[in-house]
């Protein structure tokens, strides 16, 4: 899986399909304290997304 989290708050998930080949999905990131919400702008993947930020550097991000 990767996360793109963009400044203007848009994000892109990339993840491999059924068929191993990428698929991106898109929506927005909202960071609230040390939680991270992703919202997906696909009607099937509505509901928000809560991970928890174990680590933030400037060159790098952990999440759980």
């Known amino acids: 899986r990767c996360l793109d989290l963009r400044r203007d708050g848009s994000l892109v998930e990339t993840r491999a399909g059924a068929d191993d080949r990428a698929h991106a999905t ?8 040390r939680t991270l919400r992703l919202l997906s702008d ?10 928890e930020v174990v680590s933030l550097e400037p060159d790098r991000l952990v999440l759980r």
């Open 26 to 33: 898109h929506g927005r990131w909202e960071l609230a304290g």
């Open 42 to 51: 696909e009607a099937a993947h509505r509901a928000a997304r809560e991970l």
